[in-house]
Structures are given as structure tokens and as C-alpha cells.
């Protein structure tokens, strides 16, 4: 690692209805699911992210973008994108995008396991999915 690694980041599984988000920190490469986050027609709540990224001042940002299992973009890619950019614009960090192929699968399994249907309730799904995609950005850039 150099000293341009980021040491803190948000990350987020982002959805048209909901924005699940992780936090982490490259020193132990882990991540932990943090919040979930209402959007309306892909538009964010934006003072809740403000809030967060106020309250845990991140060196970047990680944006999962949703493929197809081939590698190509699915109708919502773009709108993440998108979301990726707005984030670029509002806050002036870097922000990555991660491929988030089945990471919502994962999080669901994984939720199940735990505690059953009652572990699928209430955004945990999407807060896991945003910690696996937080995850999966440090196994590839911090080899």
C-alpha cells in the first residue's frame, strides 16, 4: 500500500428504492454494514448521505455497479453510474466503482443463515450487499 490508499470508506449498494451502505478501512480490509438509505426513483435522500459522510469523514467512496452475469451493463447500471458521479460532484472524493454481481444473493444467504426470514427485514439485506461490495474492493485493489 502507498500513502494515497484510502484509509476510510463508504460504501454503497445502490438501488432505486434503497441505498444500502457499508463502512471500512483498509489497515484490516474489512467492512461493516452501516445504514440503509431511502431513494425515490433512483434519487437518493441526499442530506442522509451528507450526514454520513460528515459523521465518518471517508478518504473515498465505492459504488457497486449492478452486470449482468456475462459482464455487460443491466438497465439500473447506468442510474448507478450515474449515482457514482453525483457522489464525484457533491463530495470531491474519489469514488470507485465495483462490479456487485451477486453480492445481493450473497447478503440474502447469508441474512437467512443468521436469522432466517425475520434477517431479511427492515434494509439489512441492502447494508450487507454494500459491506460484501466494500469487501470485495479491498481483495481486488489492495493485493
Known amino acids: 500500500m502507498t500513502t ?32 440503509t438509505i431511502q431513494a425515490k426513483d433512483g434519487i437518493p435522500h441526499w442530506d442522509a448521505i451528507t450526514k454520513l459522510i460528515k459523521k465518518w469523514l ?15 451493463p443491466q438497465a439500473i447500471s447506468q442510474d448507478a453510474r450515474q449515482f457514482a458521479q453525483s457522489l464525484r460532484e457533491r463530495f470531491h ?10 453480492t445481493t444473493k450473497d447478503a440474502r444467504e ?12 427492515d434494509g439489512q439485506v441492502d447494508r450487507v450487499a454494500a ?7 479491498f481483495a481486488e485493489h489492495l493485493k
Do not use: C, H, S
Open 58 to 72: 471517508p478518504d473515498a467512496l465505492v459504488v457497486g455497479i449492478p452486470l449482468n452475469m456475462d459482464g455487460t
Open 93 to 102: 472524493l474519489p469514488v470507485y466503482e465495483e462490479d456487485e454481481r451477486l
Open 131 to 137: 459491506q460484501l461490495i466494500l469487501q470485495n474492493w
Open 4 to 35: 494515497l490508499t484510502p484509509r476510510i470508506l463508504i460504501g454503497f449498494d445502490f438501488g432505486m428504492k434503497r441505498i444500502g451502505v457499508a463502512i471500512g478501512q483498509t489497515i484490516t480490509q474489512t467492512a461493516r454494514p452501516l445504514d
Open 110 to 121: 447469508q441474512l437467512f443463515t443468521q436469522g432466517g426470514y425475520k434477517a431479511l427485514q
